[in-house]
């Protein structure tokens, strides 16, 4: 069955703490897999799109990577504001089968 | 740019009520249309997607349906909504093109009493 997970389910880090987010997917036909960002009551917002495995994404403290079973988002020197749920998603097989992992809750301490 | 628009951002309905839920787009032509149900510390769960006017997929059985009337609106709606229908629903819009990135709307935060 496909299945997305992500780890930590939680993770606190004081501000400067750089730390690692994993999101790990066991699919077939992987079409992408997509980064969120999710701040309490909004809804996700995108930060990053890899397709093949080696890529990488870099957005401010933000960077993403892709293997061919999983992938971390990397937060470099995280501040308060960084303070988030980041959820990943995956695009397999045909159609719009987007199936997102449950999401890790990031908070960062000034 | 894109944008797009969610509404209301929260309700309260009693069981049994009806719903109707609306999204439009805006900045695009011809998206393809999602709704989600996100429940407390789960992921997203899809619940209805649309390549086009009329188009609607369903992903999972239950209480709701879905329609697109026109080419930029989604609308999420129950006849008779259930406890069980609690949660927070999400539109989300992407392009047509392949592979490409879901964007989503703020969301409705949906409580039955």
């Known amino acids: 069955e496909d299945q997305v997970t992500q780890s930590p389910e939680a993770l606190r880090l004081q501000e400067g703490e750089s730390s690692s987010l994993n999101c790990s997917y066991t699919?077939?036909?992987?079409?992408?897999l997509f980064w969120y960002r999710q701040d309490p009551g909004k809804g996700p917002e995108f930060l990053f799109t890899?397709?093949?495995a080696g890529e990488e994404k870099e957005k401010e403290r933000l960077k993403a990577t892709l293997t061919k079973k999983e992938s971390f988002l990397h937060i470099t020197a995280p501040k308060p504001e960084d303070s988030a749920t980041y959820l990943c998603a995956v695009l397999r097989g045909y159609g719009q089968n987007f199936v997102f992992g449950p999401g890790t809750r990031l908070s960062v301490l000034p | 740019s894109q944008t797009i628009h969610q509404w209301p951002a929260t309700l309260v309905q009693p069981v049994g009520s009806p719903l109707s839920l609306e999204c439009t787009v805006e900045g695009t032509s011809n998206p393809n249309l999602y709704w989600y149900r996100q429940a407390a510390g789960r992921g997203l769960q899809l619940l209805f997607y649309s390549v086009g006017i009329g188009q609607i997929s369903s992903e999972v059985p239950q209480n709701l349906s879905a329609s697109r009337p026109q080419d930029r609106q989604f609308i999420l709606s129950s006849k008779k909504l259930l406890l069980s229908d609690s949660g927070f629903y999400l539109c989300?819009?992407?392009?047509?093109?392949?592979?490409?990135?879901?964007?989503f709307g703020d969301g409705t935060r949906l409580s039955i009493l």
């Open positions: 890899l397709y093949s």
């Open positions: 699919v077939s036909g992987l079409r992408g």
């Open positions: 989300a819009w992407a392009r047509t093109d392949l592979n490409q990135p879901q964007h």
